[in-house]
């Protein structure tokens, strides 16, 4: 495969935009390991190589289990995950699925056991991130394998 552009470089005020708002999710409250398994679930579900190679990459940096990560395409069926680790995942498959079913009521009601309104906001702003770096990434066919989690990122994660 061969990349088709480098959208950073064609469009710095576009992609400093969504950097932007990946530094509001990285200090919005939520937990970064519950940040890395969304990102890592949206981005299987959206089929990015690309993504998918970098966040569990990060997540292995940060600490996350082999376990998890491998079990997370079918979280569903594992004890890995924790209530509120399984409520985010289920939001994020439906925020980026959001065209089969929206997000039903039920959903939603379920969601707010264990969150509060604004996590449950920036939550979404997360999920939508994740699904617009991947839709870049897919795109303009960013290659896969190349990413190297930096040190200095990894520790900020942790904070």
């Not at 699925?97 to 906001?121: C, G, M, T, W």
Request: proline share 3%; net charge negative; aromatic share 10%.
């Amino acid at each position: 495969m061969e990349s088709r552009l480098d959208y950073a470089r064609l469009d710095p005020e576009g992609y400093r935009i969504l950097v932007t708002l990946d530094r509001f999710v990285r200090n919005c409250g939520l937990d970064h390991p519950l940040l890395g398994l969304i990102k890592i679930r949206a981005s299987q579900i959206n089929g990015c190589a690309y993504c998918i190679d970098m966040h569990t990459k990060d997540a292995r940096a940060a600490g996350e289990t082999e376990q998890r990560i491998y079990a997370l395409s079918a979280w569903f069926e594992t004890s890995f995950f924790t209530e509120r680790e399984r409520a985010a995942l289920v939001w994020t498959e439906a925020v980026t699925l959001i065209s089969e079913n929206h997000v039903p009521d039920e959903l939603y009601r379920s969601a707010r056991q264990q969150f509060s309104e604004k996590e449950l906001v920036d939550l979404t702003l997360a999920v939508i991130l994740i699904n617009s770096w991947n839709r870049l990434a897919i795109t303009f066919r960013t290659i896969p394998g190349t990413y190297q989690p930096r040190k200095a990122d990894i520790v900020q994660e942790q904070m």
